[in-house]
């Protein structure tokens, strides 16, 4: 089984509008954490936003947010007020466990926003 | 500061050829690892090391290839000989353990190989 799935290829969104990127995950640890990933076409990976399994409150970057829903193992990407800077790949990525550093990523969603 | 220094920035090469990758991570960070990205595998984890150690390099292909990391700053990967389906963006990332599980991987911007 995936342990990351990111079901969407591709996405198009209105500048100025809100998007949501999705991200399901599949680990019976309880102790892990969720990334996103954003890969512009210059192919560079950048941090975005950190989700903990612990978090008691969804986690918050500028106009980033993640929707974390525990119960159904999604940690979906909010970017609000979308830019034609947005335009990029997104990679949703988990670590499992304690003490180990291995980050599973998916398969990413290529988000175009339009003028 | 600084991120993650990766080169070359773009390697072309024969077929049978060895390549080498060179990676000088964050400095401060103690773990270090390879990727290997294509439009068919995605982003494949190839080897990682803490503390200049390789801990996991489950994710290495073959014999081809190996890494090394003789001190903090510093890491190879060499593939010897290379073989046209090595092409691919290889990146290197570095992360520092004591942030725990929030800890992040910061890449650098990638080396793309192109075996002929």
């Known amino acids: 089984a995936q342990k990351i799935t990111q079901t969407q290829p591709g996405m198009f969104v209105q500048e100025k509008e809100a998007v949501t990127l999705d991200c399901t995950y599949d680990t019976s640890d309880p102790s892990y954490g969720l990334f996103w990933y954003k890969q512009p076409s210059s192919g560079e990976m950048i941090f975005l936003i950190y989700?903990?399994?612990?978090?008691?409150q969804n986690a918050t970057e500028g106009r980033y947010s993640l929707n974390f829903q525990k119960a159904r193992k999604s940690a979906n990407l909010v970017i609000s007020a979308s830019q034609l800077g947005d335009s990029a790949m997104y990679f949703c990525?988990?670590?499992?466990?304690?003490?180990?550093?291995?980050?599973?990523f998916g398969t990413g969603t290529k988000l175009q926003v339009i003028p | 500061d600084a991120g993650v220094i990766q080169s070359p920035r773009h390697e072309v090469t024969e077929m049978g050829q060895e390549v080498t990758l060179r990676c000088k991570p964050i400095?401060?960070?103690?773990?270090l690892f390879w990727y290997r990205q294509t439009m068919m595998r995605g982003l494949e984890l190839l080897i990682y090391?803490?503390?200049?150690?390789?801990?996991?390099d489950s994710g290495m292909p073959e014999d081809r290839f190996s890494a090394k990391m003789p001190n903090a700053s510093f890491s190879t990967l060499k593939i010897q000989p290379s073989e046209p389906r090595d092409s691919a963006v290889y990146f290197c990332?570095?992360?520092?353990?004591?942030?725990?599980?929030?800890?992040?991987?910061?890449f650098g911007p990638g080396t793309r190989l192109l075996v002929l």
């Open positions: 090391f803490n503390n200049n150690v390789p801990i996991d």
């Open positions: 989700q903990g399994s612990y978090d008691q």
């Open positions: 400095s401060g960070h103690n773990s």
């Open positions: 990525a988990m670590r499992e466990g304690e003490g180990y550093q291995k980050v599973t």
């Open positions: 990332a570095s992360s520092r353990t004591e942030t725990g599980m929030k800890e992040t991987q910061y």
